[in-house]
């Protein structure tokens, strides 16, 4: 079932355009990475899909009381509050603890696992590596249905990674997750996102199974841009040579029958037709503008019969 799917997004950061007309969904239970180059917007889609923000144009459509659990790049707290407070309060709402003690311990517990043995420490006085792993905690403490975590893997040491990543493989719920550790994706997650030049790309693997799609992918487009260079020099060689008369007709043109000129015509139309060029190319290429500009050659409208 999908939690979140999103189509036709669009969405622009001052003059820089981050997503264009792309498209995006996760499953239940689906565990997926998102990765991209730094500043192209990986961060905004997560608030996208928590619903934090709010797309130019396109669609976003969330599954009916879906509850979600978001980390931001940097969480807020409120003043005065300690460690195990801040924790209590963002889980407030949670019905799945049998009693405040027990919701207490489980944090306390998380807390000790993120590195954080002072539980009433002012959140004043914490670095901010360490406030990050509170509101980790914090988030990880919850029963969402979908986790959104941006760089979760930020600012912890090797065995507080290895106890979140067992964590994340037994959770339940649905996982979006934005962390340069590529081990960690390859071992958490089932599938890779990548955000490229406004695009969203969807591999079903983890990180290692993405690096091999993605390097087949890219040898398909090259493929197909080869082969779309060719059918181009072999159009503008076409011109350059200019169309070869046509063997006059030896029968006698009635009313209602095409001519030979009329017929060849058709047969040039009709040859664009299999043609793999966009329509826009094949626009460009018949109009005496583009053949002057790509062939330095001057064109009457005798020249090409297809306007005869």
């Not at 622009?12 to 997926?32: M, P, Q």
């Not at 169309?243 to 015509?265: A, H, I, L, Q, V």
């Amino acid at each position: 079932m999908n939690l979140v799917t999103i189509e036709h997004l669009t969405k622009s950061y001052t003059e820089r355009l981050l997503f264009d007309d792309t498209a995006f969904s996760i499953n239940e239970g689906e565990k997926v990475g998102l990765i991209g180059i730094n500043g192209t917007g990986k961060s905004t889609l997560l608030k996208i899909v928590a619903g934090l923000e709010e797309p130019d144009s396109g669609t976003v459509v969330r599954g009916r009381n879906l509850y979600i659990r978001y980390l931001p790049q940097i969480p807020e707290f409120v003043p005065g509050d300690t460690a195990l407070e801040s924790i209590m309060r963002d889980n407030a709402n949670e019905t799945h603890y049998s009693s405040a003690e027990e919701m207490q311990a489980t944090a306390k517990s998380m807390l000790n696992e993120l590195g954080i043995p002072d539980h009433e420490a002012k959140m004043e006085t914490l670095s901010g590596g360490q406030r990050k792993r509170v509101a980790l905690a914090g988030v990880l403490m919850s029963r969402a249905e979908l986790l959104v975590l941006d760089e979760p893997t930020n600012h912890l040491d090797s065995s507080m990674a290895g106890w979140l990543e067992e964590y994340l493989k037994a959770f339940r719920g649905a996982l979006l997750m934005i962390t340069h550790d590529r081990y960690f994706l390859d071992s958490v997650t089932g599938r890779i996102v990548e955000l490229d030049k406004g695009k969203l790309y969807s591999y079903q693997a983890g990180y290692r199974g993405y690096l091999e799609l993605k390097a087949q992918r890219l040898e398909m487009m090259e493929a197909t841009e080869r082969k779309r260079q060719s059918i181009l020099r072999n159009e503008i060689a076409w011109m350059q040579r200019g169309p070869e008369p046509g063997p006059p007709s030896r029968r006698p043109t009635s009313r209602g029958t095409r001519s030979s000129g009329t017929r060849r015509g058709r047969s040039m139309t009709e040859m664009w037709s299999w043609n793999p060029l966009p329509a826009a190319w094949a626009a460009q290429l018949w109009s005496l503008r583009a053949c002057a500009r790509l062939t330095g050659t001057r064109f009457s409208w005798r020249t090409l019969p297809i306007f005869s």
